[in-house]
């Protein structure tokens, strides 16, 4: 799935130490979708995911399907058109 990721997600990626293909992980094969309650028609995805560490967490990415990402879109690099 092509997707475009906010400043302030590759803040919280950096700063917590998320790698990209988890990310993409859960964009591609979501445990759970879910309707965000804010009203801004975003979405949840959440998967529980082991990370490196050997600790299983929970990880959300939201998502706001309206926008049309450009095409300078995060990939991870053996992904083709």
Same mark, same amino acid.
Request: with cysteine; glycine share 6%; hydrophobic share 35%.
């Given at each position: *799935? !092509?997707?475009?990721?906010? +400043?302030? /997600?590759?803040?919280?990626? %950096?700063? =917590?130490? @998320?790698?990209?293909?988890?990310?993409?992980?859960? *964009? !591609?094969?979501?445990?759970? +979708?879910? /309707?965000?309650?804010?009203? %801004?028609? =975003?979405? @949840?995805?959440?998967?529980?995911?082991?990370?490196?560490?050997?600790?299983?967490?929970?990880?959300?990415?939201?998502?706001?399907?309206?926008?049309?990402?450009?095409?300078?879109?995060?990939?991870?690099?053996?992904?083709?058109?």
């Amino acid at each position: *799935m !092509d997707f475009r990721l906010s +400043r302030h /997600a590759e803040w919280e990626m %950096t700063r =917590r130490g @998320i790698p990209l293909a988890l990310v993409q992980a859960v *964009m !591609d094969q979501p445990e759970q +979708r879910l /309707a965000d309650d804010s009203g %801004t028609g =975003r979405w @949840i995805h959440q998967s529980r995911l082991r990370f490196e560490d050997g600790k299983m967490y929970l990880l959300r990415v939201v998502v706001d399907e309206d926008e049309h990402p450009p095409g300078d879109c995060h990939r991870l690099p053996d992904q083709q058109d």
